[in-house]
């Protein structure tokens, strides 16, 4: 029986070193030397059937892209790619769903997605435009149970955007707009906002430092490597560093280290002689246990600054403490 074109043994593929690499570039080389079975080969789906792909319109500035993974089969989470057209529509953020961790022969330890995966691309618009979007959606699976792997698939579809207007935001808003962008059903555990799952604080004991404490709820973490600090006015921010957080193997980007409680992060810096108060800049992003990430977050602080006279009183007398109110958060 002829062999489909578009499948290749997973051991015929990596017989030699030289197709493992062009692998690893993303290129399925079919070498063959020795053909799949026959009742395999009448196994396996088309492309199209293993992983169907769809793609909607949500808002001016978001779009969800759909692949619809049949059972048996999975797709690796780092082999998604997006390209929109044309120049003045570009793609700002990706949201992807949990993803599970498998011991792959050829990659050792990946994440793929399987069932429904719905990713959302959040879309960056010059204004004006023409609201027409051509979006290119790139991806790879394999089947489990035979053990092939297909070559990169793409689709290209034409999308037609909403007008946006004055003061339209397509920002998500609540938890209950995420769990609807990300496909969690209603029905399953309710989700802190992310102004509740992670309230930030800062306040200056003395002129030379920021202290910022996060407050994270229970079944809540932050992400360690996502968060980092700037300085908007008012001073300069020194080289620091962050807590030590712990490992978590994590469903979206596999071993990672977070923050799962409080946590505080001393911040050196060097104000300005008149400044009487700073501005604080924190980026950061988190998930909830139970099933949801939530988008990168960004958070300024108004912090009140000691006056130079206080700080000079409390170095010449260590018993006499230097005071400041922290600033409101804004």
Same mark, same amino acid.
């Given at each position: 029986?002829?062999?489909?074109?578009?499948?290749?043994?997973?051991?015929?593929?990596?017989?030699?070193?030289?197709a493992?690499?062009?692998?690893?570039?993303?290129?399925? *080389?079919?070498l063959?030397?020795?053909?799949?079975?026959? $009742?395999?080969?009448?196994?396996?789906?088309?492309?199209?059937?293993?992983?169907?792909?769809?793609?909607?319109?949500?808002? #001016?500035?978001?779009?969800?892209?759909?692949?619809?993974?049949?059972?048996?089969?999975?797709?690796?989470?780092?082999?998604?790619?997006?390209?929109?057209?044309?120049?003045?529509?570009?793609?700002?953020?990706?949201?992807?769903?949990? !993803?599970?961790?498998?011991?792959?022969?050829?990659?050792?330890?990946?994440?793929?997605?399987? /069932?429904?995966?719905?990713?959302?691309?959040?879309?960056?618009?010059?204004?004006?435009?023409?609201?027409?979007?051509?979006?290119?959606?790139?991806?790879?699976?394999?089947?489990?149970?035979?053990?092939?792997?297909?070559? #990169? *698939?793409?689709?290209?579809? +034409?999308?037609?955007? #909403?007008?946006?207007?004055?003061? $339209?935001?397509?920002?998500?808003?609540?938890?209950?707009?995420?769990?609807?962008?990300?496909?969690? &059903? &209603?029905? /399953?555990? =309710?989700?802190?906002?992310?102004?509740?799952?992670?309230?930030l604080e800062?306040?200056?004991?003395?002129?030379?430092?920021?202290? +910022?404490?996060?407050?994270?709820?229970?079944?809540?973490?932050?992400?360690?490597?996502?968060?980092?600090?700037?300085?908007?006015?008012? +001073?300069?921010?020194?080289?620091? !560093?962050?807590?030590?957080?712990?490992?978590?193997?994590?469903?979206?980007?596999?071993?990672?280290?977070?923050?799962?409680?409080?946590?505080?992060?001393?911040?050196?810096?060097?104000?300005?002689?008149?400044?009487?108060?700073?501005?604080?800049?924190?980026?950061?992003q988190?998930? &909830? =246990?139970?099933? *949801?990430?939530?988008p #990168?977050?960004?958070?300024t602080?108004?912090?009140?600054?000691?006056?130079?006279?206080?700080?000079?009183?409390?170095?010449?007398?260590?018993n006499?403490? +230097?005071?400041?109110?922290?600033?409101?958060?804004?």
């Amino acid at each position: 029986m002829k062999q489909k074109s578009y499948l290749s043994s997973a051991a015929d593929r990596f017989k030699s070193s030289f197709a493992r690499l062009l692998m690893l570039c993303g290129i399925v *080389i079919g070498l063959a030397s020795t053909p799949l079975g026959a $009742q395999d080969s009448e196994d396996l789906l088309e492309p199209d059937q293993a992983f169907a792909f769809s793609a909607q319109v949500i808002s #001016p500035e978001k779009v969800a892209v759909t692949w619809n993974i049949a059972p048996g089969y999975y797709m690796y989470l780092d082999k998604f790619s997006f390209d929109s057209d044309p120049a003045g529509i570009t793609i700002s953020d990706i949201s992807y769903p949990p !993803a599970r961790t498998k011991q792959d022969e050829f990659f050792g330890d990946v994440q793929i997605l399987e /069932g429904s995966a719905r990713i959302i691309l959040n879309l960056s618009r010059g204004a004006p435009d023409s609201g027409q979007l051509q979006l290119t959606a790139r991806g790879q699976g394999c089947n489990d149970p035979v053990g092939v792997c297909y070559a #990169p *698939i793409a689709h290209t579809v +034409a999308l037609t955007l #909403p007008e946006t207007t004055a003061g $339209q935001s397509s920002a998500i808003n609540s938890v209950t707009d995420l769990q609807q962008l990300l496909g969690v &059903a &209603a029905s /399953g555990p =309710e989700f802190l906002a992310a102004e509740e799952a992670f309230r930030l604080e800062a306040r200056s004991d003395r002129r030379d430092t920021l202290i +910022a404490q996060f407050f994270v709820a229970p079944g809540y973490y932050l992400y360690r490597d996502k968060l980092r600090f700037e300085m908007l006015a008012g +001073a300069t921010l020194e080289e620091h !560093a962050l807590p030590p957080g712990v490992s978590k193997q994590d469903p979206y980007f596999g071993e990672v280290t977070i923050f799962p409680a409080d946590f505080t992060a001393e911040l050196p810096i060097v104000a300005d002689a008149a400044a009487s108060e700073v501005r604080l800049i924190a980026h950061f992003q988190g998930c &909830a =246990e139970q099933g *949801i990430c939530y988008p #990168p977050a960004k958070k300024t602080l108004l912090i009140s600054l000691p006056s130079i006279i206080s700080d000079a009183a409390a170095s010449e007398n260590p018993n006499l403490s +230097a005071s400041g109110e922290a600033g409101n958060n804004t």
